[in-house]
């Protein structure tokens, strides 16, 4: 077993570039954790404001397809870009399971499951979304859906 000290991972394969410091990686669990839990209310209830705040003025987003396919920069576009979502959800879009949690020193990465009813029509879905943390915002996010829409 590698120890882990606090300032550094110790790398047991050289020829791997991986280095990490346990306490960078436990401030970005704990940002998007604290996150995580307001997101998951705001696409519940479509209360978006508590979320907003976390975001930085140089939000970026990637988002697969729609409207906002590809990638949208600014605090606004990803304000917009959840407002829609709420849209087409009629503010009502439950995670029923997250199912894994992982973090680097500046990245949090959730997979969920999630249901809800889309512009009226049954909607299940798997995601992975990926949000880069930089002090107590997140300064990025790409989601990654994983199934048809139909199930999860």
């Not at 997140?138 to 829409?149: L, T």
């Amino acid at each position: 077993m590698t120890p882990v000290s606090t300032n550094q991972f110790s790398n047991p394969d050289p020829s791997l570039p991986i280095q990490f410091d346990p306490v960078k990686v436990a401030h970005v669990l704990m940002v998007g954790t604290r996150a995580l839990a307001l997101f998951k209310t705001a696409l519940a209830t479509g209360e978006w404001p508590p979320f907003f705040e976390l975001l930085a003025d140089d939000f970026t987003l990637y988002f697969p397809h729609g409207k906002f396919q590809g990638l949208s920069v600014g605090k606004a576009q990803g304000e917009a870009f959840f407002h829609l979502v709420t849209e087409a959800f009629g503010g009502c879009l439950t995670i029923t399971e997250v199912m894994r949690v992982a973090a680097s020193e500046t990245t949090f990465i959730f997979e969920f499951r999630n249901e809800g009813h889309l512009r009226g029509a049954e909607y299940k879905n798997r995601v992975t979304i990926s949000w880069d943390i930089r002090g107590e915002q997140i300064v990025a996010a790409r989601e990654y859906f994983g199934s048809d829409g139909k199930s999860n």
